[in-house]
């Protein structure tokens, strides 16, 4: 667990990080400080390191809330035929599915780049 200079929890081993508007797990965040602060640009990568070989298509920098993320992530699981889950604000696909996730990103209004090799 580590705290902040407030004397607030900011990351929890069993939640993640916490919100620091109200104090929750960002998962379970319902206030607008939860929606990360990014550029606008929505990265797609391909990852292996230490997933013990295994490829992951990883979405970073989607600008929503987590329950709002976790449909689109089922949403881009379906889509790819695979499964996956929802970490700390980035969306997981199991398998290379860059080349389908991109172009639905695109149709949904996002600015997408593909990032990493």
Known sequence: MRYGKEGGLVYSTEHGQMCPGCRQPQAACSCA??????????????????????????VRGVPLAADALAALGKQLRAACGS????KDGDIEIQGDHVDTV????????YTVKRSGG
């Open 33 to 58: 400080s939860a929606l990360p602060a990014g550029d606008g640009v929505v990265r797609v990568s391909c990852q292996r390191k230490g997933r013990g070989g295994t490829t992951v298509t990883l």
């Open 102 to 109: 991109l172009p639905r990103l695109a149709a949904l209004g």
């Open 83 to 86: 499964g996956g889950t929802v």
